[in-house]
């Protein structure tokens, strides 16, 4: 044992492969840990995947090597004992130690130059991010067809410094636990709910200005009928979205100068909303108000939240689409033929029929809509053949956008909160039906969130005044 410990350092790392290839392990995984932590640490690189580097891939690599570098010295111990290999005197294991040391600060320098730089690279963009896992697909999907698709999915979900660096590793590492194990949650539970979304304070208002000057949105949304000729409509509407400064609007009345608003959601989805406190420091206002059907008892014990932008903008940009608005919208876009009778009503049905998995659902969605014109319009169907199986693809593709049977995500899995036609959104607050103790509620007087122009009609005035009329509708498809 003396002898073993006497021997130089040197000749001990040497003496067998298995010691050469574990320290050499060593020194890889730590010299590659030093170059991507400052890395990170500088905020250059925010992925949360890289946890999975950090702080599993390298120090397995790490551990490796220094269980690798006794076993190859036992081994060779041994050989020296079984008289199979001679003591290496110190010239030759300083020669050999030499070489190795050279070998593998090449291998270093490659490894740490190359590799992990494009791997750290690559780890922060949306492909590896939505693609290289599938638990993700529903998110990717619907974040290509939002207007943050050029949006880094980093500069939403990592807080920026330290705190968020670290917690998006360690919720990086667990989630790969998750997906390894299998053993993630169907569907997945919206960041909000799970309380793992970055405030929206360090993320959009990095991009957004919240105290903007006012402006109102003039919005035209279209409508397509249930009736044979899809007879469309437009509803038109100004939405008052004001700015904190002065402007008032909706973003004025809930963070205009001195504003604050705190809620307490009632279940974890944050759909029920019995509890809001409103103040504002410049008229001196505060008020609570309290949902009629809540009793005040069960409110006191629920958690308090401030409200930001993410209680609205919810879906800025995993948008999830309904199926009837789905088909308006491509109606609306030439993506299906309007000309095809009752193809509104048709495709709505189709879509909300359940099918096993998305290649199913790309297989037998044009088939049914083939079925149903071969049946019912013989003649459309031997004439417009192409234009239906094109729908059929279309709508095939709407699906796979949308519903993900495998993980669990079908219509209105995720609500959006921005509105209040398709979920409560901000009648889950201005519903009448909170009350304060001077008996003022949270309104739900229609013009005040927006000025209703037109309401599904088939020629809107405003349109031909604003000289509109027909413009916006020229994209369709006979
Ligand atoms: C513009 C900001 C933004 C970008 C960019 C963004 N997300 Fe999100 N993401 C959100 C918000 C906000 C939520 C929370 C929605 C909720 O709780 O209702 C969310 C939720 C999620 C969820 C939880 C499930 C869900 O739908 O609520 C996952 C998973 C997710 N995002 C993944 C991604 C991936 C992957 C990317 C990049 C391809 C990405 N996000 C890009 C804002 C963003
Ligand atoms: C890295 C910058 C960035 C971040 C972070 C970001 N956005 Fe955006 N956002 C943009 C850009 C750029 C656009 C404009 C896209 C366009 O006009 O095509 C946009 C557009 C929008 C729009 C208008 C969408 C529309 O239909 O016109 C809303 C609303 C919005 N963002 C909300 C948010 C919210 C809420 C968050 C935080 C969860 C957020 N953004 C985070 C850059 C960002
Ligand atoms: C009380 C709900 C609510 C909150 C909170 C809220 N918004 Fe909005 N915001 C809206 C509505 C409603 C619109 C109009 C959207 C529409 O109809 O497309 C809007 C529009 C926008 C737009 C598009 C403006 C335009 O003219 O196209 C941006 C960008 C935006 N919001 C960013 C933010 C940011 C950033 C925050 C947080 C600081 C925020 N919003 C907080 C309700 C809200
Ligand atoms: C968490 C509860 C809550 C939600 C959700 C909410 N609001 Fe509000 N809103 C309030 C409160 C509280 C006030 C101030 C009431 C008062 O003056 O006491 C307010 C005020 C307003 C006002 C000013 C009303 C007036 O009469 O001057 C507008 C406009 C408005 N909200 C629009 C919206 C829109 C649009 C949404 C949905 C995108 C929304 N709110 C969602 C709580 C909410
Ligand atoms: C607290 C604010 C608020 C109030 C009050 C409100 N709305 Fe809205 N409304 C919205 C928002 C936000 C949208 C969504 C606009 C969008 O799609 O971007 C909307 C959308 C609509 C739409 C279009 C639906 C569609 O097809 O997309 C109609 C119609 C409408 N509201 C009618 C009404 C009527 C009628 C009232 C009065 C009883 C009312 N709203 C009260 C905020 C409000």
Request: proline share 6%; aromatic share 8%; glycine share 8%.
């Amino acid at each position: 044992m003396n002898r073993f410990l006497d021997r130089p350092i040197v000749a001990l790392l040497t003496s067998h492969w298995l010691s050469m290839l574990g320290s050499g392990l060593v020194t890889t995984a730590a010299i590659s840990w030093l170059l991507v932590l400052p890395l990170q640490m500088r905020g250059h690189v925010d992925n949360p995947y890289l946890g999975i580097i950090l702080f599993v891939a390298l120090p397995i690599l790490f551990v490796a090597g220094l269980v690798l570098i006794p076993a190859g010295t036992f081994l060779a111990r041994r050989r020296v004992r079984l008289g199979l290999a001679t003591t290496p005197d110190r010239p030759a294991a300083i020669r050999r130690f030499a070489t190795f040391l050279a070998v593998t600060t090449v291998a270093n320098v490659v490894i740490a130059s190359q590799l992990t730089y494009r791997a750290v690279e690559h780890m922060e963009t949306a492909q590896f991010c939505g693609q290289t896992c599938h638990v993700m697909a529903p998110e990717m999907a619907a974040y290509q067809n939002s207007p943050h698709s050029r949006v880094a999915c980093v500069d939403c979900h990592v807080a920026p410094g330290a705190g968020g660096w670290f917690s998006s590793k360690v919720s990086g590492v667990r989630q790969l636990m998750g997906v390894t194990f299998n053993n993630y949650e169907r569907p997945i539970a919206s960041a909000l709910e799970s309380g793992r979304l970055v405030p929206a304070s360090q993320t959009c208002e990095n991009c957004h200005w919240p105290q903007g000057s006012g402006s109102v949105k003039f919005q035209v949304i279209p409508n397509f009928a249930d009736d044979e000729a899809n007879t469309a409509t437009q509803t038109v509407l100004m939405m008052m979205v004001g700015g904190a400064k002065g402007a008032g609007g909706i973003h004025g009345a809930h963070f205009g100068p001195g504003v604050n608003i705190r809620f307490a959601p009632g279940d974890k989805k944050r759909q029920s909303i019995p509890w809001v406190e409103y103040s504002n420091e410049k008229t001196g206002t505060k008020r609570t108000y309290l949902a009629t059907d809540a009793k005040p008892e069960q409110v006191t014990a629920l958690p308090r939240v401030q409200m930001q932008c993410v209680d609205c903008h919810n879906r800025p940009t995993h948008t999830f689409e309904l199926p009837e608005r789905a088909v308006n919208r491509a109606l609306s876009a030439g993506d299906l033929a309007t000309g095809l009778p009752f193809l509104k009503k048709k495709a709505v049905e189709i879509l909300r029929v359940e099918y096993g998995s998305s290649a199913e659902a790309g297989q037998k969605i044009p088939a049914a809509l083939a079925e149903y014109y071969r049946g019912q319009y013989p003649d459309l169907f031997a004439k417009r053949g192409d234009a239906i199986a094109d729908a059929g693809r279309q709508l095939a593709a709407i699906y796979q956008r949308n519903v993900f049977p495998d993980l669990k995500v079908t219509w209105g899995t995720y609500a959006n909160n921005l509105g209040h036609t398709d979920s409560p959104g901000c009648f889950r607050c201005h519903d009448e039906a909170h009350v304060a103790a001077d008996q003022a509620t949270i309104k739900q007087d229609c013009a005040s969130c927006h000025e209703l122009l037109a309401v599904e009609e088939p020629a809107p005035e405003v349109l031909k005044t604003l000289g509109l009329a027909g413009k916006i509708a020229q994209s369709q498809k006979q």
